[in-house]
């Protein structure tokens, strides 16, 4: 369920799952009429399949300002959802951190090429990757 008076949610080391990024994304989607700007998910290690879930939600959100999943286990794998969600034109991003992941190279490329075509975003942290 939803409650349109939250704006901030932060799950910071829950355990959530890949399983749990599909129940968030219902909630992040755009059908859900949240008013949700902030989300952080720091230190669960869902990886780049549960952001591929969220990044369902999270590409089509045209509310959230700040998104942070800094030591989440994502991979190269999961910057083409990261891409995804930064070329979204209805986006008000400005804050997107990733520290602490496992980009490498070509993940942290793919994430770069996002941010070229993000309208509003202000700041991507991307250290230890």
């Known amino acids: 369920m939803v409650c349109p008076n939250v704006i901030i949610l932060e799950l910071l080391d829950n355990g959530i799952t890949e399983?749990?990024?599909?129940?968030l994304n219902k909630v992040i989607s755009p059908e859900s009429k949240a008013n949700l700007m902030h989300l952080k998910l720091d230190h669960?290690?869902?990886g780049s399949a549960g952001l591929k879930n969220l990044a369902e939600g999270l590409s089509r959100n045209c509310y959230i300002t700040l998104i942070s999943m800094n030591y989440c286990n994502i991979d190269e794998t999961g910057a083409r959802s990261c891409f995804e969600i930064l070329i979204n034109s209805?986006?008000?991003l400005e804050d997107f951190s990733l520290n602490g992941n496992h980009l490498g190279n070509k993940g942290v490329i793919e994430v770069l090429r996002g941010t070229?075509?993000?309208?509003?975003l202000k700041k991507i942290y991307?250290?230890?990757?």
């Open 126 to 129: 991307l250290s230890d990757n």
């Open 90 to 92: 209805k986006s008000l």
């Open 19 to 23: 399983l749990g990024c599909q129940f």
């Open 116 to 120: 070229s075509v993000a309208k509003n």
């Open 44 to 46: 669960n290690t869902f």
